[in-house]
């Protein structure tokens, strides 16, 4: 079964002044099912109010990668 685990390495460089100074990052993200959001919302008093397509207006598609939701404390 897999993790559901995506890992992204990121090299952030910032100026200072003429020199450069480098950074990275290392971010792990877990998905997660929509029954088990709406599950989550739900057990933490959350309603539900809208879902979207990642940074749409439109609602998400059945193959969408990644949803916004939007939720308010009952």
Same mark, same amino acid.
């Given at each position: !079964? %897999? =993790?559901?685990? =995506? *890992?992204?390495?990121? /090299? #952030? &460089? *910032? @100026? ?19 029954? !088990? #959001?709406?599950? @989550?919302?739900?057990?933490? /008093?959350?309603?539900?109010?809208? =879902? &979207?397509? !990642?940074? %749409? /207006? *439109?609602?998400?598609? *059945?193959?969408?990668?990644? #949803?916004?939701? #939007? @939720?308010?404390?009952?």
């Amino acid at each position: !079964e %897999s =993790s559901r685990l =995506s *890992t992204f390495c990121y /090299d #952030i &460089f *910032t @100026a200072k002044g003429e020199l450069w100074s480098r950074r990275q990052e290392l971010h792990t993200e877990r998905a997660h099912s929509e029954d !088990e #959001i709406k599950t @989550a919302l739900e057990n933490a /008093d959350f309603e539900l109010l809208a =879902s &979207f397509a !990642e940074l %749409s /207006d *439109t609602a998400p598609k *059945t193959d969408e990668h990644r #949803i916004f939701y #939007i @939720a308010k404390r009952k």
